[in-house]
T-cell receptor, first 115, second 114 residues
């Protein structure tokens, strides 16, 4: 069984450029979560979809960050005009309705470096 | 609001011994879920074990077990017969009953030495 797939694994952008991160959840999982991990803030929630619908984006920075889930097999996180403080590991996780969305299974993450 | 606190920054043990990692949480939910995850050196985050708040029995999976003390809002992770490959950062996390987002502690780095 394939786990959560995230691409690219590493991305380097220049300040002001756009970055798009991709996530493919585990097949059959209907909930997708995005988290960000930094040394200073640790693991923090960004946004959450269930059955492709956005449920909560309270963790997303209000400007420059957006997320979509156009179909059940992938979600994207887009960061416009990237800034050095956006450098982090961005993690995607998915969970199953059958497990009451309890356990979340994480992808390997995308390490974003903004120069 | 949910809050998870891990006060142990790092722990070092000799292999084949037992280690306990502490975690306390705050929530106003009457029903909630508690989890432990492990992050390996490669960055992979792996789900280990879960405790549902309404269950009195401590969860056990392989050589992982939990010490759930609800009155103290505490969920400790116990690893018995530790192995070198258990070396990792361990995160405690929780979610409420009607809200699926996980809130994580800051992590405890475990080093298992020969």
């Amino acid at each position: 069984n394939a786990g959560v797939i995230q691409t690219p694994r590493h991305k380097v952008t220049g300040k002001g450029q756009e970055a798009t991160l991709w996530c493919e959840p585990i097949s059959g999982h209907s909930a997708v979560f995005w988290y960000r991990q930094t040394i200073v803030q640790g693991l923090e929630f960004l946004t959450y979809f269930r059955n492709q619908a956005p449920i909560d984006d309270s963790g997303m920075p209000k400007e420059r960050f957006s997320a979509q889930m156009p179909n059940q097999s992938h979600s994207t996180l887009k960061i416009q005009s990237t800034q050095p403080q956006d450098s982090a590991v961005y993690l995607c996780a998915s969970s199953s309705r059958g497990a009451n969305y309890a356990e979340q299974f994480f992808g390997p993450g995308t390490r974003l470096t903004v120069l | 609001a949910q809050k998870v606190t891990q006060t142990q920054t790092s722990i070092s043990v000799v292999e084949k011994t037992t280690v306990t990692m502490d975690c306390v949480y705050e929530t106003r939910d009457s029903s909630y879920f508690l989890f432990w995850y492990k992050q390996t050196a490669s960055g992979e985050i792996v789900f280990l074990i879960r405790q549902d708040s309404y269950k009195k029995e401590n969860a056990t999976v392989g050589h992982y077990s939990l010490n759930f003390q609800k009155p103290k809002s505490s969920i400790g992770l116990i690893i018995t017969a530790t192995q070198i490959e258990d070396s990792a950062v361990y995160f405690c996390a929780m979610r409420g009953s009607n809200y699926n987002v996980l809130y994580f502690g800051s992590g405890t780095k475990l080093t298992v030495e020969p």
